[in-house]
Structure formats: structure tokens, C-alpha cells
């Protein structure tokens, strides 16, 4: 959903640790010998088999922008020590950073973007990495980094598809065709009648396939989706939605286009983000694990992941004014309400909480690390060249 590029407001579970300390790989004290507390003085507590999971698991966030802010130096501010603690406890090695863009200014912001966030990365070289390939994700698990993945949640930069190479060759790694309303390529999700992928759409979808860009249409409408998966010689992305048939939504994909992506060995992530997980309150970390039940149901375990779209703390902490102007900038479709995060996973450590949740489903330790990452490194090893 971002639109835009927020310093971590949230105090929920401050003072995340950085150290290692006996017991555990993220350094919890050990409280019991069955739980774990998620930070000194919190009263946090998770399992030891959720710590020993997310110790062990490369944790890919297939929409997750560093910081939830519009000011326009965001990415050139010095993190302060809570953010650090917060990246270095959330557990997720892999964030792909992705905001909306679009209109005549389309170029010069994706390239803007680009600079800006891979710089972001440099600077902070000790906490962050840049992902190109498959293997960067893999030494940051190793390096207990955060490798970012560079994305776009639109294609309107390409002007033709020769550009798809060119912004390959800068870093971008995954691109969506559409955002939510119409372009060259195809029809967004809010669009009032969806006219598939065009023929310049085909071409580009073609040259991402060469280049090795994933192909992601999450914002895309009904038949554009279904068009490209139809297309695209290399299996493509869903990285960040949910299920219409649990929430009947705009941004939720039907069950035809969860079954087709399934076919070609796609990948799925869902959203936390309330009106797409559920249309009336409470809507909570249980709603979203409907939502992946339900992939799991439709298409098996190796096609879902987790496309949190949001930062660490989520939506619901970002200045008022930028709350408000953030709201006002979609169609009255998107159906905001008064809290756009859902409970339970607002916070730096949701991929704990949704572990543990998963845990009381009955998952296995194997299924919920396809989950978290598994599915989603397939998929970008697959794609990438």
C-alpha cells in the first residue's frame, strides 16, 4: 500500500538486545524453561521453540519499507539506537523496500528512490546490506544483517521495455506492473473496469523475464493479474495481499488468480493491513492467519509468505498529519477505518508473534520456515539471474 518512504515511534518492547547471551541466538534472557522474554524489562515473553525458529530461518518481509515517513530527508537521518535495537530484534533478514509511484514524474522518482534507499544502506553498511542475487540474502542471514531488496510498486518508469535492463542494472530487483489505477501495462485494483495486460505490458513483462526481474502485480486488477501470470515465462509474485474470499476487498486476490499463481509456482505474501484482512472490528493476528490458511488450502505450503506492508511499528504510529494525508490519497474503495494495523502484529518483534500463533495452529517447524522465507528464497533464486 505505501506510497511513500517513520522514525520508530512505538515503545512497545524497547531496549531489544543486541548482545548474545546464553540460551538464545537473539540473546533473551531465559525466564523459565519454556519462555523467553522478548526484551530486558519487557514483559514480553515468547517460546523457546518461536527463538530457536526465527534463530535458525532467513525471514523474508516481501513488502517492508524501512520507515514509514514522507519527509523528504528521511532516508539521509542517522537511525537512533532504538531503531538499531529494533532492526537488530525483529528477526527478518530480508526487506523488500518498495513504495508507489506513478504519473509523468514516474522516472525521476524511482531513480530518486533507488539513490537514496541503496544509500541509506551504504551508510549504515554495519546494520544493512544490498541484495542482488540470492546469495547476498543468504550472507546476511549469516552476517545477522538485514539484506535490502530494492522494488517498486509500479512499471510506469519503463518507458520502453530496453529500461527494464537499465533499472535492473541499478538495483531494482522486483517491480510491479500496475499500482492501483490504470497505465501503459495493464489495470490496477481500483480501476472501474480492468482491461488486462496491453500489448506494451506484454513486452515488458517479456523483458523482466529476460532480465530476471520478478514480476509482481499485487495492486493489480483482477484480469491483469490473471494475464500475467498467463504470460510471464517465469513465476511471478503476489508479494503483498489478501484473500477476497475472507475480506471482500479491491487489493484482495480471488481464488481463480490464488489457484493460477499456485500453477506456475508463485508465491504469495499476505498483508497486515487491517481493512484487507477483515471488514469489521476486532481484526487481529488470528484474521491474518485465516488468510494463510486459506493459500495454504488453495494452492499448498510452498506458495505462501508474508507481505507485511508496512515498517517495523506499522501505519497506526506515523505523524497525524502524514496519517491523515496518507489516507486521503486512495480511492474511497480502500475502506479505511479508524486503525489501519491490526493487534498482534504492530510491533518490531509481529514475526515472533506470528510464529508463536502458528505454533498453536499445529504447524511444523519445517512449514512455518517456508512461511517466514523459504518459499519466497525459492522464488527469487528461481527468478533472478
Known amino acids: 500500500m505505501n506510497t511513500l518512504p517513520s522514525p520508530s515511534r512505538r515503545m512497545v518492547l524497547r531496549g531489544a538486545i ?3 547471551v546464553a540460551g538464545t541466538a537473539f540473546g533473551f534472557p531465559m525466564i523459565n524453561s519454556g519462555s523467553f522474554a522478548a526484551a530486558p524489562g519487557s514483559a514480553k515473553r515468547y517460546s523457546k521453540r518461536t ?11 516481501m513488502l517492508a519499507v524501512p520507515k514509514l515517513d514522507f519527509t523528504p530527508d528521511v532516508f539521509s537521518r542517522p537511525l537512533t539506537a532504538q531503531q538499531v535495537a529494533d532492526f537488530r530484534a525483529c528477526g527478518i533478514t530480508g526487506f523488500h ?28 553498511s554495519d546494520l544493512f546490506s544490498l541484495v542482488g542475487s540470492i546469495k547476498d540474502l543468504d550472507r546476511a542471514k549469516a552476517e545477522r544483517k538485514i539484506g535490502m531488496i530494492m522494488g517498486l510498486q509500479n512499471a510506469e518508469q519503463f518507458a520502453a521495455p530496453e529500461d527494464v535492463l537499465l533499472f535492473y542494472r541499478l538495483g531494482l530487483r522486483c517491480a510491479q506492473l500496475t499500482y492501483n489505477t490504470q497505465n501503459l501495462i495493464g489495470s490496477g485494483s481500483t480501476d472501474r473496469v480492468d482491461g488486462g495486460v496491453s500489448d506494451f505490458g506484454e513486452g515488458i513483462i517479456t523483458a523482466m523475464n529476460s532480465a530476471g526481474m520478478l514480476v509482481d502485480v499485487s495492486h493489480s486488477g483482477d484480469r491483469t493479474t490473471l494475464d500475467a501470470i498467463k504470460l510471464s515465462k517465469q513465476p511471478i509474485a503476489i508479494t ?7 475480506c471482500n476487498h479491491p487489493r484482495a486476490k480471488t481464488d481463480e488468480a ?12 499476505i ?3 487491517r481493512m484487507f484482512v477483515k471488514a469489521t472490528d476486532p481484526t487481529t493476528l488470528s484474521d491474518m492467519v485465516d488468510h494463510i490458511d486459506h493459500v495454504v488450502k488453495l494452492i499448498g505450503i510452498d506458495h505462501v509468505g508474508i507481505g507485511s506492508d508496512a515498517d517495523l511499528n506499522g501505519y497506526d504510529d506515523m505523524p497525524p498529519d502524514q496519517y491523515a494525508a496518507l489516507k486521503a490519497s486512495y480511492k474511497a474503495s480502500y475502506a479505511f477505518r479508524d486503525k ?15 510464529t508463536e500463533e502458528l505454533i498453536r495452529r499445529g504447524w511444523s517447524d519445517a512449514n512455518i ?3 517466514l522465507g523459504g518459499n519466497f528464497h525459492r522464488l527469487l533464486g528461481a527468478v533472478w539471474k
Open 18 to 20: 543486541s548482545g548474545a
Open 51 to 61: 527463538l530457536d525458529i526465527l534463530a535458525k530461518t532467513l525471514v523474508i518481509d
Open 97 to 124: 523496500n518498495s513504495i508507489g509511484i506513478g504519473g509523468a514524474q514516474a522516472r525521476e522518482e524511482a531513480l530518486i528512490f533507488l539513490a537514496s534507499w541503496q544509500g541509506f544502506a551504504g551508510r549504515n
Open 240 to 246: 503483498h495481499s489478501n484473500c477476497r474470499a475472507l
Open 258 to 269: 490464488i489457484l493460477a499463481l499456485g500453477k506456475t509456482d508463485g508465491v504469495m505474501g
Open 271 to 273: 498483508s497486515g493491513v
Open 340 to 354: 489501519i494495523d491490526i493487534e498482534g502484529f504492530d510491533h518490531p518483534m509481529k514475526m515472533f508473534d506470528l
Open 369 to 371: 520456515a517456508l512461511l
